[in-house]
């Protein structure tokens, strides 16, 4: 069975400084994608980027970056010049085959950015 | 453009009681799925479907209901609401595809007492 895991509960960051929120996870099936989603204290669950597993290069949206380190079984989320907006929980996810079956997620990082 | 409507956002209910949350889309998307989220659990799949009158179980499938009977709706039952079901619960849709991020309701906080 796929398990994403995510090893840091929670993070205190300064504002200004990159950020890298760690992803590993575990699958056989040599075709899958990876998601990062962003929930805020509001509560929605806001879709931040994607990365397949037979993309040659690492994702890039703004100033989000994702560090896919295949053999590694690794896709850390990193945040350049982090800001005050981007506290909240962040969750890593995963989908496999044709994507029909859902994503399974990580219990998520909480960020906080600080002054 | 309303996206994923999810209604109600809040609701109580009492041990055994039954009810409906609803969600649709005006998306178009063929795929359509139901998670709860608890505390410390990340999120994880109830049902989904993958198209009109197609519907299959996730990973915490008991004590639910699903039917979709449009492309647009996607409405998750509680037949015997129990204190265990209490979460929060979002449904999701997207075109399917392994690439297709999920798009988001806002969420319904459900408590049962």
Redesign the interface.
Known sequence: AQK?TQTQPGMFVQEKEAVTLDCTYDTSDP???L?WYKQPSS???I?LI?Q?SYDQQNATEGRYSLNFQKARKSANLVISASQLGDSAMY?C?M??????????????THLIIQP | NAGVTQTPKFQVLKTGQSMTLQCAQDMNHE?M?W?RQDP??????IH?S?GAGITDQ?EVPNGYNVSRSTTEDFPLRLLSAAPSQTS?Y?C?S?F?????????G??TRLTVT
């Open positions: 994403i075709s899958y994608g998601f509560g929605e669950m879709f994607y397949g969750f996810a989908s496999l085959g044709g994507g029909a079956d859902g994503l399974t997620f990580g219990k998520g | 795929y799925s998670y410390g659990m990340g999120l994880r799949l989904y993958v996730g929060v979002f999701a997207s399917g595809l392994q690439h297709s991020p999920l798009h988001f806002n969420g």
